[in-house]
């Protein structure tokens, strides 16, 4: 599985960015598409995640100002991001995985495909 991120850039605060993660190649072997973040000397954090029938999960901490969303026809997915905050700011990475008797995985080590990163830079 190939991953390909874009869509990140620098936006004020409380603006908002969309994300895009275009994944090819055996799609079809991994369930879920998550995205994570990371900023340095921090470990990668999780963001949120989505199935490819559209089962979702969120950090706490994402929930109400983020969404994910796919698109199965382009094997694309999305992250919406509202709201956003100088904490934001990081390099967002999105990851293929699969789904652990239907439960979306967390963990980045429950991901075994990964994007190549974008940076996301929130100005106060």
């Known amino acids: 599985v190939q991953l390909q991120a874009s869509g990140g850039g620098l936006v004020q605060a409380g603006g908002s960015l969309t994300l895009s993660c275009a994944a090819s190649?055996?799609?079809?072997?991994?369930?879920?598409l998550a995205w994570f973040r990371q900023v340095p000397g921090k470990e990668r954090e999780f963001v949120a995640a989505?199935?490819?029938?559209?089962?979702?999960n969120y950090a706490d901490s994402m929930k109400g100002r983020f969404t994910i969303s796919n698109d199965n026809v382009k094997n694309t997915v999305y992250l919406r991001m509202s709201s956003l905050e100088p904490e934001d700011t990081a390099v967002y990475y999105c990851?293929?995985?699969?789904?652990?008797?239907?439960?979306?995985?967390?963990?980045?080590?429950?991901?075994?495909?990964w994007g190549q990163g974008t940076q996301v830079t929130v100005s106060s």
């Open positions: 990851a293929a995985g699969r789904t652990t008797f239907g439960v979306i995985g967390t963990m980045p080590r429950q991901y075994d495909y």
């Open positions: 190649g055996r799609t079809s072997s991994r369930n879920a």
């Open positions: 989505i199935t490819w029938v559209g089962n979702i």
